[in-house]
């Protein structure tokens, strides 16, 4: 077949999502609380609609379906996480071995149908006794973690190749810790550089850990929602303004990271302005000595920002935009669902920033998608005919192709998501899945988007 935009042999097709989006029972079998849970019985009002994770899509009772769904439309590998607090209840101690059970069921199953799972080990859902001892502002939680990373190779490691320490993590550090959108909603940016640095301490003691196991084909990584920051224009304050923005939400991760190193001009803003976390001399070394193998790249909308308009009250809290305002480019165009802007080229740009800056690290789009609401509007003959999202889709990886073009290292494309998940606060408000997922019975329906992804999948192009 003549194709326009041919896929590297072996490139990945297929979906993200994680555990506490999906799985539901979650009060069932041992599992412990996490934050979710906690959050949502004490302020269920800032929930949409009032709806909670206790049942979400019930993956956990309907496993077996869904993937036999994955497998028909062409899935060749799944991204998903483990619930801590369903493995290890409490956060420390004893394996749940329902849980272990589950997850064991999940990944056979997966690998029956030549899917490649890729574990990944935490996507925002902390064990609440750990909230409750500070969570990452307490290294004792770090340490913690570390045993449950190597709990998770030692546990499943003989069939995952593909591990992840950590989806998003600045997410929690925005959401708990500065913005107010997740649970303990404190707004304080010292902590929240606690926070920020302990996930990276976290991190590496999770990869140091899986050298250890020597995993046959084995590779860590991490998965970060990389928001490339446009400037209003070349003038300097707005160039300056768009690489602090860079330095706060991307690199903050990414070179720690990529690099084994935190830029010297963050420290150097944080330091000036009191904000430093705290720190111990041997992390340094840790951190240098325990860099990823791959990349995983959320990419959803890029961050547009201009010079400030005029300066912040000095009593006010510390926040990031402190030194940049946020900037509404006439003419973008927006997902006035989710709000966020669609620019698809951004996917471009972070693939050859990597190649650029980061030495072409391995990675792949571990997350792209639309969120939209009230797609009940657009079935016909039964079914949703999601052409906005198809269109989404193939948008970007006409970007992505062009990015490989340029030999940028790319081995894959997953959509978030499989299915209609609960989307945290959002709930189900906005629905993201290539099947969709009746709220009140569970019923799954392929989208168009399935069928075509299935076209693409099978053909590794378009
Ligand atoms: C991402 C996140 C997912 C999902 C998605 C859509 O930032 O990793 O958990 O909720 O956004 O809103």
Redesign the pocket.
């Known amino acids: 077949m003549d194709l326009q935009y041919k896929f590297p042999e072996g490139f990945w097709w297929g979906s993200a999502t994680?555990a506490t989006?999906i799985e539901g029972a979650a009060n069932e079998e041992g599992k412990g609380k996490n934050i979710w849970d906690y959050w949502y019985s004490i302020e269920s009002n800032r929930f949409f609609e009032n709806i909670g994770p206790e049942i979400t899509s019930d993956f956990y009772h309907k496993y077996e379906e869904d993937i036999k769904l994955m497998k028909e439309i062409g899935h060749n590998s799944f991204r998903l996480s483990i619930s801590w607090s369903r493995l290890i209840p409490g956060g420390r101690g004893n394996i749940n071995l329902e849980a272990v059970k589950f997850y064991n069921n999940v990944i056979d199953q997966l690998l029956a149908n030549d899917i490649e799972p890729i574990l990944n080990l935490f996507?925002?859902d902390m064990p609440l006794e750990l909230q409750n001892e500070g969570g990452w502002e307490n290294r004792e939680v770090v340490e913690a973690y570390k045993v449950y990373a190597s709990e998770c190779f030692r546990l499943f490691g003989d069939r995952v190749k593909t591990w992840f320490t950590f989806?998003?993590p600045i997410?929690p550090v925005e959401g708990g810790y500065l913005y107010n959108f997740h649970y303990p909603n404190v707004v304080d940016f010292k902590r929240a550089a606690q926070v920020a640095y302990n996930t990276i301490l976290a991190h590496v003691k999770a990869v140091e850990s899986f050298r250890t196991f020597n995993i046959e084909k084995g590779k860590i990584g991490i998965i970060l929602?990389l928001t490339p920051s446009y400037p209003r224009s070349q003038n300097s304050a707005d160039l300056e303004a768009a690489n602090i923005a860079d330095l706060f939400f991307n690199r903050s991760f990414l070179d720690p990271a990529v690099l084994g190193q935190y830029p010297q001009e963050l420290i150097c803003i944080l330091e000036k302005y009191g904000q430093l976390p705290i720190t111990q001399k041997e992390d340094l070394e840790l951190i240098k000595n325990n860099t990823v193998d791959l990349l995983g790249v959320?990419y959803?909308q890029p961050r547009r920002v201009k010079a400030k308009e005029n300066l912040p009250n000095p009593y006010s809290p510390f926040m990031p935009e402190w030194f940049f305002d946020n900037y509404e480019m006439p003419g973008r165009k927006m997902n006035p669902y989710?709000g966020w802007e669609i620019y698809e080229k951004g996917i471009y740009d972070i693939m050859i920033n990597l190649k650029k800056n980061y030495g072409n690290i391995e990675s792949f789009v571990s997350?792209n998608?639309l969120?939209v609401e009230n797609e009940e509007r657009f079935i016909k003959d039964s079914y949703i005919q999601d052409d906005y999202r198809i269109e989404f889709i193939k948008e970007h990886l006409k970007w992505l192709h062009k990015a490989i073009e340029k030999e940028c290292n790319v081995k894959g494309y997953h959509l978030?998501?499989f299915m209609d998940n609960w989307?945290?606060t959002?709930a189900y408000k906005?629905r993201?899945g290539f099947v969709s997922v009746d709220i009140n019975t569970k019923k799954r329906t392929f989208k168009k988007s399935a069928y075509w992804f299935k076209e693409i999948a099978n053909n590794n192009g378009f």
Do not use: K, P
Request: charged share 15%.
């Open positions: 994680s989006q996507h925002f989806n998003e997410v929602n959320n959803y989710r997350e998608g969120g978030w998501t989307s945290w959002n906005n993201y």
